[in-house]
């Protein structure tokens, strides 16, 4: 199959060169079948090509029918406005069919029109139209579907169920396909409240996701920006999952939904991480794994822009890498990977030479980068970790004693910084409790020492500045502000201070009677109640403002207080954190035995050069 894709780019490449047109007479007659000219192409090409006549008059013929058929295509659409699709089936059914429809029509009817005409489970199916998945609800033409698009049909069916297909029944396939849809809610879900969650609650107790650069520790990223990333790297990260388990038709739409959300992230932020590059690599690959690569018109550039990142990341000898880790073993799969795939592409584009330098660099670095088995027992037996074994190993050419001192220092770095990570929470927690012996709520407290990082003082004074800080929580309060019986003995302790009974009547309103934090408010401003805390000309109370307009992350994420819905919103978040592996380079351990069979294939194709 790719031999014949290589084939057909070389024939392409040399009819455009010659200025060939197949549709078009003498090539093609008013009948649109071939005209007597094609036979001297095909003596013509044969020669050049060093390919058996028969073969490169199939070839050609293939060709020059699917000019015809995309010229009469075009002309059809521009009289009556019905488009060609061409639908890229399922690895079982590889081939491509062509499809005439209007762009008027749902994309749930542009599924239940492909799974009839091809005996496909419409419920188990899903569809990519330009790098995304076409929504079910909207028209063609609002997603933006145009004539000649290329339509790549995924079939949502489980590998290690191979054998169990054919006996399926309809009620099995549509539970299947409910409970990955169910899943993909979940993670979204998930991901949101994940998202959405605040860096001052206890991790302990509430988890929510930090950004680590490559050493482990915490970075500081803008909440906005941060949001978008944490997406995008969920996302990236439960697609990993399901390529690790070969399950590529599932792991693609996550990935796909990951590349949308790190496009929210600024070009400076892309520019820091290596996360963006790693995940142009993986999308590139899911592709080729489902052999759907003619779908992804931008493969070549998604991997350019991989190795721009990665040069921007590590620099351009890989220096900055080697500046923080002291090697760059490890990042050196990433590249062969990205070899392995531009070397594909050449191919498959007809380009032969280009295809043979990127596959032996493929195949070189393959070479340098495995592993003997007795190092990795070697390893084991001191306690170390099979993944901890192979990262290592590359990291330092070989060496098992060098390997073993890199994992254990590598081991105390993360432990050192277990222990500062928890010393802070130490000390936050301290500084918390003197804020709360202060009068001042949990919430308020974090809050704070959260936007003043972990300065005490500094952390008093924001909650004075943001007395919004200093309401209560109504909701299990059935007394509001407006009903709330203000003693007159508190009324005269407050004017005694000095402050106006307006003022004090009104602070002790808001604060439902607290002398503490009524006197502190109204000193600090001056003697009087802040414009956020007055009640608005409606009559309703500054704590009730406050929650309708800001609601909490895991609102926001789409969450109610009942029981239920807490512990649906527990498992989804404990459904993401399952797929975040342990190992901050786990997605640098590759087995490789897949690269490797595939740098075989290929090098059997192509004709290396002697030196």
Known sequence: MAQKKYLIA???????????????????????????????????????????????????????????????????????????????????KSRKIPLETNLFITGKELRSQIAQEHALKENAIKIIINKKQLDLSKTLEDQGVTHNAKVM???????????????????????????????????????????????????????????????????????????????????HEKGRALMKKKEYEIALPYLLDADKHFCECSTELLNTVDNY??????????YF???????LDDAEKKLSTAHRCFQRCYGENHERLIDIKGSYGREKVLFLR?????????????????????????????????????????????????????????????NVEHAANLITNRREEKAQIRREERAKRRQRLEDINTLKSMGYSERAAQVAL?????????????????????????????????????????????????????????????????????????AHHGGVLPASLQPSPEGSSPSEESTSSKDSPTESAGSSSSPTDEDMETDAVNEILEDIPEHEEDYLDLTLEEEEQIIHEYLSYIQVPQH
Not at 174 to 184: L, Q, T, V
Request: hydrophobic share 35%; charged share 30%; glycine share 4%.
């Open 450 to 522: 959260h936007n003043t990082q972990g300065n005490l003082d500094q952390a008093f004074k924001f909650i004075l500045d943001n007395p919004e800080l200093l309401l209560e929580d109504d909701d299990d309060d059935p007394v509001t502000m407006d009903q709330f019986q203000v003693s007159q003995e508190s009324i005269d302790q407050l004017m005694y201070m000095g402050f106006s009974r307006e003022s004090a009547e009104q602070a002790l309103k808001v604060f439902k009677g607290n002398i503490h934090l009524a006197s502190q408010t109204l």
């Open 289 to 295: 794994r489902l052999e759907q690569l003619d779908c």
């Open 10 to 92: 070389k024939l392409t490449s040399c009819l455009r060169e010659d200025k060939i047109q197949l549709w078009k007479p003498p090539y093609t007659n008013e009948k649109k079948e071939a005209g007597t000219e094609m036979k001297e192409l095909v003596q013509k090409y044969s020669s050049k090509l060093n390919i058996n006549e028969n073969d490169t008059e199939n070839m050609l013929e293939e060709i020059r029918c699917k000019a015809v058929e995309r010229g009469t295509g075009n002309e059809n659409f521009k009289v009556t406005g019905i488009a060609r699709l061409d639908i890229y089936l399922p690895r079982r």
């Open 153 to 235: 049909v995924l079939q949502l069916e489980l590998s290690d169920e191979e054998t169990k297909r054919k006996i399926q029944e309809e009620e099995l396939q549509c539970k299947k396909e409910k409970e990955i849809n169910d899943k993909m809610q979940r993670t979204k879900k998930g991901l949101e409240i994940l998202a959405e969650r605040e860096e001052y609650l206890d991790q302990d107790s509430v988890p929510y996701l930090d950004i680590a650069n490559q050493t482990g520790r915490s970075i500081e990223i803008p909440p906005q920006a941060k949001k978008a990333l944490v997406l995008a790297m969920g996302y």
């Open 338 to 398: 990205l070899y392995l795939l531009q070397g594909i592409g050449h191919y498959h584009n007809g380009r032969e030479k280009e295809a043979a330098e990127y596959i032996q660099k493929a195949s070189r670095l393959y070479e340098e980068l495995s592993i003997d088995p007795d190092k990795v027992d070697r390893l084991s037996l001191l306690g170390f970790s099979e993944q901890e074994a192979r990262l290592a190993l590359r990291a330092c050419h070989g």
């Open 277 to 286: 590059a790693v995940l142009q690599l993986d999308i590139v690959w899911c």
